[in-house]
């Protein structure tokens, strides 16, 4: 099947055979190559066993070792948001975690969110919603708008809260506030927004 | 990223003996060294990750304080229900930093520890003293906008990032350690972190493979507790300035305060002359702003972080302001 990313992957490959070769010498100058390393991991259910470079992130295992490519690449340093993935029931940037760190645990991603075909709540009311534009940064915002709700039920306060004491009600400042780490470079927040929020009032009734 | 031999540990003396090597350093949440080791700031050769090791609980004190285990992560502190309740201003202080995803996996030890975000460390094409001893310091005369102003040197202006650790300043808290002999020792908030003088390649007090078991919470002082950060957007960014304010008011008199600013310098800054303005004095905006001034009497800007200054004094008075309950 022709794929768009089977595509890239051709035409990636043609551009390096005519880039120079790479440089060898960086990585075995100063110690030898790493050994790798076993990891198991339970994604969206399924059982994965790997053989990783100890360097791996848990997001180029996803992408690359798991055929996993819905959690994006964005910023790669854990300020876009684009890579966001459910690890044992929290949300993290995938691109900061080392996979072998996370060797045993349990992982949600944007794959794992629909149930037998059905879109998830939340992908619906992105939908819905129009909450973007080009789609690059949705899995991220999706899993971190799931992950939202679930912090909100357990109470978590956030900075935009009066008194952190207190179990706020999820407004809109508060939403947006609690999804400061997803960056939209279309602009989708005020879709975003109204996706979350009618969720959220969804799941109150 | 260079290559690393990686080790998990099992348990806090093997950590240690493994993380006292010189090319050695733990791992815990990684949000900030992981990152640093794809740029190649940081080029550990092995690294020993902790996250096994059982210090990520809260507990009680005998002494009606908290024990924050290194592991703990800035989310759970900032929401468990214990800190909200007795130490309002370290959730408000955690809950202003990053965002969710990196508070859910930064830990406690790892957010005193993160290196600054000063961008002549972050270009590995300038020089930097902190990160190559001895190649001079461009932010001086350059982009320093972010940079500090008080008790820094010529060698390096870096401010420490952090916003807990300026809420953990104002509450006394302790940091509790164990090194690679299994010493412990005990080690004042205010003295984990050396000033840059003509070393700040060296950032904390910690010998090679000491472990940050936990930090220590004293019983809250009495005052409203208040934590104010300005920065260039609403969420999701470091602070130009920051204050943690802890102000006890009887009558219309402060009785005790305690004041740390975040952003001005290498460590969170303890003000000992704004409180010593504050105690005895009306609680009015005079005084505040007499605190503010005698705050930043030795403050020194390097240009684009001059208005870090008048900022610092006046953030100082709205925390104040608002910790006094005055409009």
């Not at chain 1, 508060?174 to 996706?195: D, F, H, L, T, W």
């Not at chain 2, 104010?228 to 943690?244: I, Q, T, Y």
Request: glycine residues 8%; positive net charge.
């Amino acid at each position: 099947m022709s794929t768009r990313r089977g595509f890239l992957k051709t035409t990636g490959a043609a551009t390096l055979a005519l880039a120079s070769p790479p440089a060898v010498g960086e990585t075995t100058a100063q110690t030898a190559p790493a050994e790798s390393e076993h990891v198991s991991l339970t994604i969206n259910g399924r059982q994965y066993a790997l053989n990783l470079d100890p360097r791996t992130t848990l997001l180029d295992a996803l992408r690359e070792h798991c055929g996993l490519t819905g959690s994006k690449k964005g910023c790669d340093q854990g300020q876009c948001g684009a890579c966001t993935i459910i690890v044992n029931g929290q949300r993290i940037n995938s691109c900061l975690a080392l996979a072998v760190m996370h060797d045993g645990d349990e992982i949600t991603t944007i794959e794992g969110l629909a149930e037998e075909g059905a879109l998830h709540p939340m992908q619906a009311a992105f939908v819905r919603h129009d909450g973007l534009q080009c789609g690059y940064c949705t899995p991220g915002q999706v899993c971190s708008a799931v992950a939202v709700l679930s912090e909100h039920r357990a109470g978590w306060p956030s900075h935009v809260t009066a008194d952190v004491a207190t179990a706020p009600a999820l407004t809109d400042a508060e939403i947006a506030e609690r999804m400061s780490g997803n960056i939209c470079r279309c602009s989708a927040y005020p879709n975003i927004v109204a996706a979350i929020r009618e969720v959220a009032e969804g799941e109150s009734q | 990223m260079k290559s690393f031999r990686y080790e998990r540990a099992s348990e806090i003396a093997s950590a240690c003996a493994s993380a006292a090597r010189p090319t050695a350093k733990f791992i815990a949440g990684g949000t900030n060294l992981v990152d640093l080791m794809k740029l190649q700031i940081e080029t550990p050769a092995q690294l020993v990750d902790i996250t096994r090791l059982p210090l990520n609980r809260i507990e009680e004190t005998v002494e009606g304080g908290l024990r924050i285990g290194a592991l703990v992560s800035n989310s759970a502190a900032a929401v468990d229900m214990r800190v909200r309740r007795r130490y309002p201003l370290l959730s408000q202080a955690i809950l202003a930093g990053a965002s969710t995803q990196l508070r859910n996996k930064a830990t406690t030890g790892g957010n005193l520890l993160q290196r600054t975000r000063c961008p002549y460390f972050y270009d590995t094409t300038k020089a930097c003293n902190k990160r190559v001893p001895g190649s001079g310091c461009p932010a001086l005369e350059g982009l320093n906008r972010m940079n500090a102003v008080l008790g820094v040197s010529n060698n390096c202006i870096a401010a420490h990032p952090s916003d807990m650790a300026v809420a953990m300043t104002a509450l006394d808290a302790l940091v509790e350690t164990v090194a690679p002999d299994g010493s412990a020792r005990t080690i004042p908030i205010d003295q984990l972190y050396r000033p840059p003088g003509n070393t700040p390649h060296i950032e904390t007090v910690l010998a090679p493979g000491e472990l940050i078991v936990s930090v220590l919470l004293p019983p809250a002082p009495p005052g409203r507790q208040v934590y104010r950060k300005v920065r260039d957007r609403a969420s999701f960014a470091f602070a130009l300035v920051s204050v943690a304010a802890i102000l006890d008011v009887n009558g219309d008199r402060v009785r005790a305060a305690r004041v740390a600013f975040g952003g001005l310098s290498y460590k969170p800054w303890r003000s000992a002359e704004a409180e010593a303005a504050l105690v005895g004095a009306p609680a009015s905006r005079a005084s505040f702003d007499a605190a503010g001034i005698a705050a930043l009497r030795n403050a020194r800007g390097y240009g684009h972080n001059d208005f870090k200054i008048p900022l610092a004094r006046r953030t100082l008075r709205a925390t104040l302001t608002q910790a006094a309950g005055l409009s």
